[in-house]
């Protein structure tokens, strides 16, 4: 749906753009609303998974009759319960339950259903599993080395030509760009090239997977799941069990956080295997040691930037190589950052190369802008280095180099109106960068893009008959969204927004819906709603011309009412919403409107963020003294809650870039499976997060939105290194930029 | 397997239950009581979504033994509004915006009401500081402080009006 422009233009929004308190505000702080955890069924079982300790290893067999002999277990599942029915799963099907080997530390091997919690966890002392532990390798580099040990004897590396004769652990190399680099690069006079690595991340959203399963013996069943999509639970679950799609009902539970890394299936699948085994719904809830071990993180990086200028400031070409690791299995977001890699410049000769790699880690599910971060810490750092090579101001080094309306994307496509020139302008202009850099800090800034995605979607809108109104969404609510689906109702249809109750409908009370990601559900959610609302309204119109006995072309829609359109329609007064909800029994019925959309141009995300910070020198610690997000919403719906993506996804990137990554020992165990070791921000590592809302309307969108939960997870890392260069003269190479890690290399400079 | 009886105070209301003997405070509360309001984030004492308030301190109720509350009282966000009139504290978090997910929201509260009924009026650094063992992904804290700073003076207003 088209932009519409009598709306932007001339600023008539009446509730969108306001700030009213949440729906499901109460059930959250009075602890009723109910998480994948919260769930009981009659009759339930407590399962629980044996994982593998090793990072690499053969199973040669498992024997689970003495788990079996302990009262109260009744049920084990092994692969051998998961038939390959299905090609395309075979990756997802491998990670749930591993088949014939374990492919890293965490790896599912078995699971038990038991009576108890303390009886399960027994019963997986019980199970013997006779491994035979094989090399393993969990760095992209080493992986890539010609004698690594291979993950697979089959792996033949896609998209080179010709084809390789030999196995390895590359699945896939990709290529992005235009122009001729080489004859860019000859015409530079200043030319940086560095090479960075990131290590791997995990989301860390504080609920750990949960759910429960009822599989019932006439072959339906019900699952109770947190998760950022139920549609792709079923869809997954129903196809591994050799389901009808109709016969497995999935209902979203609230959901404590996902960043993507709740968009596939782990525990699921096993829950629902062991329920039909044993006849008993089965709840399986994942320790935090298996969400670090077994889910989520994001691929660890090992990327070659280089960019070249001439003196004036122009970029004459950039070139990246990437490195990815993404677990075992090829699918690492490379390709995602290959493409995000340039995106924020306007540039006539751009080449990026991208590796995918397999490793024995935890297979990566999507993060927030996946594969973006990674790229832009190496992009962003080498700008500011050209720009002080060049004797420039980084800003406006960016600023001359920024991509506008007309550019070809790096990765392709010719962008329409977008926002980074609003969001760079708006950064020059912010109270922080106006202020001078604080005693003993350094300042950084940096940029970011993400395209954000549309997609399919269903939406119901029902009237009741006091004229109040229930929408149902597919989309799963993640952060928040609810409150923003009821502002856009109300505006479309010209109701308070109090008026409008938001409900997530189970898999089988609305149409087919794409999983909650790619900051898609406001944008695509919103406008299926504002079309269904247009659809009523024109029912509405049609009962009102039908009272005053006119025709319904003859009536319009404006202000929450129906009116006669002209003078020449008739003189009648004006029927609200709820007076034709009040008559639509003995006008017709049931008033109601719904819709199905496959939801296009979700409008390109940018981002532009400021950092004060300082090092300390004897401790390598970093303070974040101040900073700032300015981001391109397209229209804020509930700006408090835009304001929240931008604050949570930059303090993600805060934590990214100087505290958090996965350690892994020699023999490719995870060494920091817990929040006391995996370091995620806590309240008093930050300061305040400083906000600036830009608003570029997406054309794409009747309100202009734009999806804004990922795009500001992409500058911290750079805006971070940089500013650590600004405050120490040292550039660091890798993240996180840890206390370790800055002591170590505040040693070398003293030593050079 | 022998189980404990304890009988305890939960919410100013007198509880009896049985628990085993390695079962946590946790657990009984949402497994045996269906107290849900508390979360499990970690069970290591690491995130704070579990926190109660056990004799007047805030603790992790995942490191807590049920059988350890046997004559004590336990406050838990389900005792936080009273009636239907909610504390500040659960209304600022609403006006603020100061959760997204929710998960982490029951712990913060109930921490953040610890603080205030010992710390009126704490500076940003005091509340940062307190409310470190809470972990929150979603909100960088930004809204949280600003909802805990913003509810200590309503609730200081409040008083002085009295």
Known sequence: ?752 | MSGKTVTTTINGDAVEFVCGADETLLDTLRDRLGLTGSKEGCGTGDCGACSVVLDGRLVCSCLVLAAEVEGRTVETIEGMASGEELHPLQTKFIEHAALQCGICTPGFLVAAKSLLDRNPDPTETEVRYWLAGNLCRCTGYDKIVRAVMDAARELREAKNAA
Not at chain 1, 681 to 707: A, K, Q, W, Y
């Open chain 1, 1 to 752: 749906m088209p932009l519409d422009e009598t709306l932007t233009n001339e600023r008539k929004f009446k509730v969108v753009g306001t700030r009213p308190n949440r729906p499901d505000g109460i059930d959250k702080v009075t602890g009723r609303a109910r998480y994948g955890a919260d769930m009981t069924m009659p009759g339930m079982l407590w399962g629980m998974i044996l994982r593998s300790p090793h990072a690499h290893a053969r199973i040669k067999g498992i024997d689970a009759s003495k788990a079996l002999a302990l009262s109260g277990v009744k049920a084990v599942v092994t692969a051998e319960d998961f038939e390959m029915r299905d090609d395309d799963l075979r990756d997802t099907l491998i990670n749930v339950m591993a088949r014939d080997k374990a492919l890293y530390d965490g790896h599912t091997v078995a699971a038990v259903a038991a009576t108890s919690k303390s009886i399960a966890k027994k019963a997986l002392k019980l199970i013997e599993v006779d491994y035979d532990v094989l090399p393993a390798v969990v760095d992209e580099n080493a992986a890539m080395a010609p004698d690594a040990p291979l993950l697979y004897d089959d792996m033949f590396t896609q998209g080179v030509d010709p084809a390789p004769t030999k196995p390895s652990n590359v699945a896939n190399v990709l290529e992005f760009g235009h122009g001729d680099v080489e004859a860019g690069f000859a015409k530079a006079d200043v030319v940086i090239e560095r090479t960075f690595k990131t290590g791997a991340t995990h989301q860390g959203y504080i609920e750990p997977h949960a759910c429960v399963a009822s599989y019932n013996p006439d072959g339906y069943a019900e699952m109770w799941v947190c998760t950022q999509g139920h549609f792709m639970i079923r869809d997954n679950c129903a196809r591994l069990l050799g389901m009808d799609l109709s016969r497995l009902r999935v209902t979203a539970s609230e959901i404590g956080g996902g960043f993507g890394g709740k968009t596939t299936v782990f525990i699921e699948p096993v829950a629902l295997a062991l329920s039909k085994k044993t006849g008993r719904p089965v709840k399986i809830v994942m320790s935090r040691d298996e969400v670090f071990r077994a889910t989520g993180p994001t691929s660890s990086s090992t990327n070659r930037v280089k960019i070249g200028a001439t003196k004036d400031g122009r970029i004459v070409a950039a070139e990246a190589e990437l490195r990815y690791q993404g677990g075992p299995f090829a699918g690492s977001p490379v390709e995602w950052g290959a493409m995000t890699a340039f995106a924020c410049y306007d540039l006539e000769n751009v080449k990026t190369v991208g590796y995918d790699v397999v490793c024995n880690r935890p297979k990566q599910a999507a993060y927030r802008a996946p594969g973006a971060p990674m790229i832009a810490f190496g992009v962003e750092s080498v700008m500011d280095d050209v720009a002080h090579e060049l004797g420039m101001d980084p800003v406006d080094f960016r600023i001359l180099n920024q991509a506008k309306e007309g550019t070809k994307s790096s990765y392709g496509p010719t962008y329409g109106p977008i926002g980074i020139a609003a969001c760079l302008d708006a950064l020059k202009h912010s109270d922080h960068y106006q202020s001078p850099v604080p005693e003993g800090c350094g300042r950084g800034t940096a940029v970011g893009f993400w395209f954000n995605f549309g997609g399919q979607t269903c939406v119901g809108l029902n009237v009741n008959e006091d004229g109040t109104v229930t929408i149902q969404l597919g989309t799963q609510d993640i952060g928040g969204s609810r409150a923003s689906m009821c502002l856009m109702t109300a505006e479309a249809l010209g109701i308070p927004y109090e008026d409008v109750r938001a409900v997530n409908a189970d898999t089988s009370a609305i149409g087919f819906t794409e999983t909650t990601e790619g900051s898609r559900t406001t944008f695509s959610s919103g406008m299926a709603l504002i079309k269904a609302a247009g659809e009523t309204t024109k029912k509405m119109c049609a009962r009102a011309a039908k009272v005053w006995g006119i025709p319904e072309e003859a009536v319009e829609w404006v202000d929450g009412a129906a009116r006669p359109a002209g003078d020449n329609a008739g003189k009648f007064d004006p029927m609200t919403f709820k007076e034709i909800a009040a008559i639509a029994h003995s006008t017709g019925g049931p008033i109601a409107g719904h819709s199905e959309i496959n939801a296009e141009n979700a409008g390109e995300g940018f981002a532009a963020h400021i950092c004060d910070l300082k090092v300390d020198p004897e401790t390598g610690f970093t303070e974040v003294v101040r900073y700032t997000v300015i981001q391109d919403a397209g229209k804020a719906v509930h700006p408090s809650y835009v304001e929240g993506q931008m604050q949570g996804a930059a303090a993600q990137g805060i934590g990214w870039a100087l505290n958090e990554e996965y350690i892994y020992s020699e023999d490719g165990r995870l060494q920091n499976p817990g929040f006391l070791d995996y370091r995620i921000p806590v309240c008093s590592d930050l300061p305040m997060l400083e906000t600036v809302i830009v608003e570029v309307p997406n054309p794409g969108h009747p309100f202009g939105v734009r999806g804004v939960g990922e795009t500001s997870i992409v500058p911290p890392l750079g805006a971070i290194g940089n500013a650590v260069r600004n405050a120490t003269g040292m550039r660091m190479l890798e993240t996180p930029m840890s206390p370790p890690r800055l002591v170590a290399a505040f040693r070398e400079a003293a030593k050079a």
